[in-house]
């Protein structure tokens, strides 16, 4: 099933943070998507997943207008939106809490050992995952409750799994790990996957299609590796420091500041995260 983002936009209140933004994901493939911080990333998978309302635009499942349900209903309709800040509960086993993932879709959910059966597939997109099945899930290490949090968003058996910056704070080899767990889950599934990233290599190494996002619009898109040697894109992710945007894009030609984002040489510092 694929995911369509028509002219979205949305915001907080008064504040419009979404600027008529358009992204499209193909039933097995990844689309990535890069920008500053406050671009907006985190705000359109919300918009999404329905736990911000559109104030424009649409946002379809497959043939299926999901823009105006909540986001129990978009979930029901096959998207699984895994949050940046890897909401796993603490004090609940792993087991338990990929258990809890297939409450998502209730009528799907099936037999028990259709769960069984659903539970050993995703425990083989995460291998060291099966180890710890009992261990509170407070107790793993931030790798392991990133993958847990995937694998309980996969646990519904979703067709659209919207990721927020996976890889942050994690170390290049589990960062590796976890998206070459997307990559198969692309082809054996077919899953429509949108990655927001600061991880502008590792994201473009495994997407299909990439988009710059910057103050609420899409900047650029295009294939990862004609937007890697754009010079724009080298300049305000891959080492640059300052991005000049367009005229159109702004009130005044003045460079912008850009984002703090992690490139591939920095990854050797990203190690806290993945603590024992
Ligand atoms: P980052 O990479 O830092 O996570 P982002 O691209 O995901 O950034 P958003 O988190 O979507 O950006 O934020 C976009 C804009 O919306 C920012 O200006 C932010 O301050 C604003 N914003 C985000 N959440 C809220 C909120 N709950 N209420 C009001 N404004 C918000």
Known sequence: MSLQIEDLSAGYGRLEVLHGVSVN????????????????????????????RASAGSVRLGDRDVTRLGAESIAAAGLAHVPENRLVFPTLSLDDNLTLGAWTRRRQRGSKSELATRRAQVLAYFPRLADRLTQPAGTLSGGEQQMLAVGRGLMARPSVLILDEP????????????????????????????????????????????????????????EPS?????????????????????????????PVRSPAVRVEGDEDRAHEGDRP
């Open 167 to 222: 890889s942050l704070g994690l170390a290049p080899l589990v960062i590796r790990e976890i998206f070459a767990a997307l990559g198969r889950l692309r082809t054996d599934e077919g899953l429509a996957i949108l990655l927001v990233e600061q991880n502008v290599r590792a994201a473009f190494k495994v997407a299909d299609h990439a988009y710059v996002m910057d103050r609420g619009r899409v900047l650029m898109e295009g």
């Open 25 to 52: 994901v193909e039933a097995g493939a990844i689309a990535a998507i890069v920008g500053a911080n406050g671009a907006g990333k985190t705000t359109l998978l919300g918009a999404v997943s329905g736990l911000l």
């Open 226 to 254: 004609t937007l890697l040697a754009d010079e724009r894109v080298q300049q305000a992710y891959l080492g640059g420091g300052y991005v000049r945007v367009s005229a159109a894009e702004t009130e005044s030609d003045r």
